[in-house]
């Protein structure tokens, strides 16, 4: 995989430097964010008001912001300075299981707004890459179409994919008509380290220090890709939908309708512990900026989505609604359960279906041979024997003749190893 590695690193520093869309999948961070407030007053706040009754309106507001984490943690590692294989692994790997645990293990109000933002990011992934990124790209550009068909994942063409996605956030700026406060309240998501370290934990046999080396430092820069993100999302969204704006609501100017935050307000709210972007990214978006979209540049050049594009988003967005909604309750009574879907296609997949699940399987078994599977419960044994059943498939790994060794003998030491009961119940 190391030229589709390449290529995703190209395509992320690019468009981050630009600052058109970060590396996110399925729903960008604006749309997932916009599912939180969708569902907010009618389903989301009652849930957490069940739950902790004598909450104020003050703390309602700050979980709320714990939602708008949750709702985007899985993408964290898609950013520039996180980890991607965290991202990979919360996208392919027991994914169900890593929701069940944050749920499980909330323990404040604020925790449980954290998972339930978690779990709708599942729920919108799973149904807006199968229902609609993956088929409204190939309407948006032919040429990949002509190459990939009707049907195009995020490891077909990243870069297809993340200027789709893109898209939906701008269309979503478009008609959402978000005051400047709510793009405030965006970018101040908040993220409950010690639960994601509980949740992937029990999920991975991992911890968090093992992907990141500053995890809050991730977190910030994550934080400053997003505050750079929103306002051209703004700019796109007046330059290439300005007469349907103008027509919903009469008298709106660009002034009002574009969100603006300069570098000095972001570090009065948010403070200066970010990775700002190196000599080299800032020459790099220069040069973009000033060179016209033509050979490897064309990658960069946006397609609005298209009416049926359009609905196609809408549509998933709705269906995403209400597929969150359903298992809001299951969560609060303990009954919740979701399947390892594979995020990008909205499936279960096999070893040898997706190379990118491949990738991050194989990973995460080396990382657990490195600790002697010391931390491996039952249920994480069972996965990986499962998914590695059959040796035939045409598995990713394989073609890496010392790779595969290292498997073959790694998955030779896990069929060996005790796996300690105890374990399994502290980690469910």
Excluded at 245 to 270: A, L
Excluded at 324 to 332: K, P, R, S
Excluded at 340 to 368: E, F, H
Excluded at 399 to 428: C, H, N, V, Y
Aim: glycine residues 6%.
């Amino acid at each position: 995989m190391p030229r589709l590695n390449s290529v995703r690193r190209t395509v992320i520093a690019v468009l981050s430097c630009l600052a058109l869309t970060p590396a996110c999948r399925a729903y960008s961070v604006l749309s997932h964010e916009a599912l939180i407030d969708a569902l907010w007053d009618t389903k989301l706040k009652p849930a957490l008001l069940s739950r902790y009754p004598e909450a104020t309106p003050e703390e309602l507001k700050k979980a709320h912001g714990y939602a708008y984490g949750g709702a985007i943690i899985q993408d964290l590692g898609y950013y520039p300075h996180g980890s991607k294989q965290f991202s990979d692994l919360t996208h392919y790997v027991r994914t169900g299981d890593f929701i069940v645990a944050l749920v499980h293990e909330s323990r404040s109000l604020d925790d449980l707004a954290f998972a339930l933002g978690a779990l709708s990011h599942y729920m919108s992934d799973v149904d807006g890459h199968r229902l609609a990124t993956n088929v409204g790209e190939p309407i948006l550009y032919p040429r990949l179409q002509r190459k990939f068909g009707k049907f195009i994942t995020y490891e077909d063409s990243p870069a297809g994919h993340l200027k789709t996605e893109f898209g939906f956030d701008v269309l979503e700026v478009a008609k959402g008509r978000f005051a400047p406060e709510a793009y405030h309240n965006f970018i101040g998501f908040d993220v409950s380290q010690p639960l994601v370290e509980r949740a992937f934990r029990d999920t991975y046999g991992l911890e968090i220090q093992d992907l990141f080396k500053d995890f809050p430092r991730a977190v910030e820069s994550f934080r400053n890709a997003v505050s750079k993100t929103i306002p051209m999302a703004t700019r796109i969204a007046w330059a290439e939908k300005r007469h349907e704006i103008e027509r919903s609501e009469p008298g709106i100017t660009r002034q009002r309708f574009v969100y603006m935050m300069s570098r000095s307000s972001y570090e009065r709210d948010w403070g200066k512990q970010y990775d700002r972007p190196t000599a080299g990214d800032q020459m790099l978006a220069i040069v973009l900026k000033l060179v016209p979209p033509i050979g490897p540049l064309r990658a960069i050049k946006l397609r609005m989505p298209t009416p049926p594009v359009e609905k196609l988003f809408m549509d998933s967005f709705d269906r995403s609604a209400e597929q969150f909604a359903g298992t809001i309750n299951l969560a609060l009574d303990g009954s919740l359960r979701l399947e390892p879907k594979n995020y990008d296609v909205g499936v279960v997949t096999s070893a040898g279906a997706y190379r990118l699940d491949d990738d991050i399987q194989a990973y995460w078994l080396a990382l657990l041979a490195g600790k002697n599977f010391a931390t491996v419960t039952p249920a994480m044994r069972g996965e990986l024997l499962e998914y590695y059943k059959d040796l035939k498939a045409p598995i990713a790994t394989q073609r890496d003749a010392k790779k595969w060794r290292q498997l073959m003998a790694e998955l030779k030491q896990l069929k060996s190893e005790p796996i300690a009961e105890t374990a399994a119940a502290l980690r469910r």
